[in-house]
């Protein structure tokens, strides 16, 4: 969905460096989530933000920073790589209804590679 | 707590025959849930939701879902596939309450194949 972006698409990377991973939409969502997506795993939520100053840890945030620049960008930052954190990552947006009806849409994802 | 359940990490079906993918939920409160897909290289789109209005949900392409609170079960179904059907499936599930965080739990995914 052209309306989320993530930056970079891929990159390769070095154990115990910093790498910081974009998202940019232009739905005019408030909420916007961090998941990481392993073979056999399905995704899993790394962070979530319902607006600005409302971030919020998932279920796998060890090793994960967040950013929520404004409302329309999300930055997660992995503040020293290390190999179990490679995977596809991908960011995504939701109104702000209330209730667990909303759709999620979500990036191309980012494909990081730590060796 | 929530979770999802796929059957099968891979289904395989030929061209033109029924498509069944399995999910199973488990939720302490009435659930919601959804089907997602993703192609290759793409990031997840829904085919469809289930909001509580009707049991039986149609989605993109073809695809229908149909909720059963005795079975706790979301199987995806569409009656001929296609070679465009080729991708990877996930069954997710949000808690079905006001107030909550639209937070959703996934299952492992299932990976079609559809065969000429």
């Known amino acids: 969905d052209a309306d989320v972006t993530q930056t970079p698409r891929n990159r390769i990377t070095k154990t115990g460096k910093r790498i910081m991973l974009e998202c940019s939409q232009t739905k005019g969502h408030d909420r916007m989530y961090w998941y990481r997506q392993d073979p056999g795993l399905g995704l899993r939520l790394i962070y979530y933000?319902?607006?600005?100053?409302?971030?919020n840890k998932g279920e796998i945030s060890d090793g994960y920073s967040v950013s929520r620049q404004a409302q329309a960008k999300f930055s997660l930052s992995l503040e020293s790589a290390i190999p179990n954190q490679t995977a596809l990552y991908f960011c995504?947006?939701?109104?702000?209804?209330?209730?667990?009806?909303?759709?999620?849409?979500f990036g191309p994802g980012t494909r990081l590679t730590v060796l | 707590a929530q979770s999802v359940t796929q059957l099968g990490s891979h289904v395989s079906v030929s061209e033109g025959a029924l498509v069944l993918l399995r999910c199973n939920y488990s939720s302490s409160v009435p659930p919601y849930l959804f089907w997602y897909v993703q192609y290759p290289n793409q990031g997840l789109q829904l085919l469809l939701k289930y909001t509580s209005a009707a049991t039986l949900v149609k989605g993109i392409n073809g695809f229908e879902a149909e909720f059963k609170k005795s079975e706790t079960s979301f199987h995806l179904t569409k009656p001929s596939a296609h070679m465009s059907d080729a991708a990877e499936y996930f069954c997710a599930v949000s808690e079905g309450r006001s107030g909550n965080t639209g937070k959703l739990i996934f299952g492992q995914g299932t990976t079609l194949q559809v065969k000429p």
């Open positions: 933000s319902f607006d600005v100053k409302d971030i």
């Open positions: 995504a947006t939701s109104l702000a209804g209330g209730r667990g009806t909303d759709t999620q849409y």
